[in-house]
């Protein structure tokens, strides 16, 4: 169990993602950790219920064999929340220090690396959000800065390593990661 728990952190991936970075000062991250679950469904209230649905899709498929009926209704209920939760969310409002751009980034499920122009120093905490293009997840925590490197051209090559990050977000990083991965190979096969 471990050496699997380990194999999956330690697997990282290539890709090209919307992220947006906010450097935190020690008010901000207080208030941030002081109620993190609160925090995350500001920002990632859709996602979370994308996300408990695709984890009751094996129990949905039983139901959709019995009861097709019961089951296009529930999907319909479904839908409906997820609709109410896009307009709930605010992570959309402009905030300047918030802008979202998308960049190259190598990606696990504790860390990740990309290329900023933002000035970040190590031992630093920042806000870091990401949208997951294969599963529509939004995923926001707090990392910690542990590595930067003149990247060039006033850019700088910025290790993270998630610090605060709920169990269901890690889970939809794996499973955008194993997306990735599958169509990777699908291409590599079909070429």
Not at 16 to 34: G, K, T
Not at 41 to 56: G, P, T
């Amino acid at each position: 169990m471990l050496d699997q728990q380990n194999r999956r952190n330690a697997f990282r991936l290539d890709d090209s993602i919307e992220l947006w970075v906010r450097a935190l000062d020690d008010d901000a991250l207080n208030e941030i950790v002081s109620d993190f679950d609160r925090y995350r469904m500001r920002y990632c209230l859709k996602s979370h219920f994308v996300n408990q649905r695709e984890a009751r899709q094996p129990l949905f498929q039983q139901l959709k064999n019995r009861d097709s009926e019961i089951a296009s209704y529930i999907e319909s209920l479904e839908q409906q929340i997820i609709l109410l939760a896009e307009r709930l969310e605010t992570a959309d409002e402009i905030d300047p220090e918030k802008q979202r751009r998308y960049h190259d980034v190598n990606i696990s499920s504790d860390g990740i690396r990309f290329d900023t122009q933002l000035t970040l120093v190590t031992g630093q905490m920042v806000e870091l959000g990401m949208n997951l293009p294969t599963n529509t997840t939004q995923v926001v925590m707090i990392a910690e800065v542990v590595r930067v490197e003149p990247a060039g051209n006033e850019t700088y090559s910025v290790s993270l390593n998630y610090i605060h990050i709920h169990d269901e977000d890690i889970e939809a990083i794996i499973r955008h990661m194993a997306k990735l991965q599958q169509a990777q190979l699908q291409a590599r096969r079909a070429s």
